[in-house]
């Protein structure tokens, strides 16, 4: 089971995560005020993942399918150990009973590998609802925010593909956004968290879903 090494903690973390093109929330209409125009830039995905409740939410996940996480590492280290004993034995086993071992060691790869792949999918979709549902309150924040501060128009650099060549650091309100949520949801910051472990589930970004129309 060398081949499923990821981190688990890429969003609880906060972290940049890798991902895919992905869609930003879709502004709320709004009238614009006269004068110049003011941007500002955003890191939409990293401020969701970096408030507390994030943080919070997303060590919860972890820990919810830490036993499964044990469970695989424990199968992987088996069918390892029948491995290397199959190549230390091979040449004084018989060619029936090199078979009924080389069989026992792919039907516990297949078992690993379907148990594997049910426990991403259900990762997946609990993380996607999960940033989903955090996301569309963060967004309420950033748009309140963006509203009080003037601002006509956020971009959000997170995404990999955007127009922003270039942005000064007093034109990013990620830390901002972050402190406005967290003041809002009351939830305290988490407590340090360990060095992140190789980890056997391996997650995938989950992509932003556009907020409710205001």
Partial sequence: MKRSLAVILTLASGLVLSAAAQTSPAPAAAAAPAGPAKIAVIAFQVAVAQTNEGQRNFADLQKKYAPKETQLKTLGDEIDTLTKQLQAQGDKLSEAERASRAKTIDD?????????????????????????????????VLASYAQQQGYTLVLDVAQQQNPVLYASDNTNITKAVIDAYNVKSGVPAPPAQPAATPSTVKPVAPKPAAPAAH
């Fill in 108 to 140: 516990k790869k297949k078992q690993a590998q379907r148990e594997l792949e049910d426990a991403q999918n259900d990762m997946n979709s609990e993380m996607q609802e999960m940033y989903n549902g955090l996301a569309s309150k963060v967004y309420d």
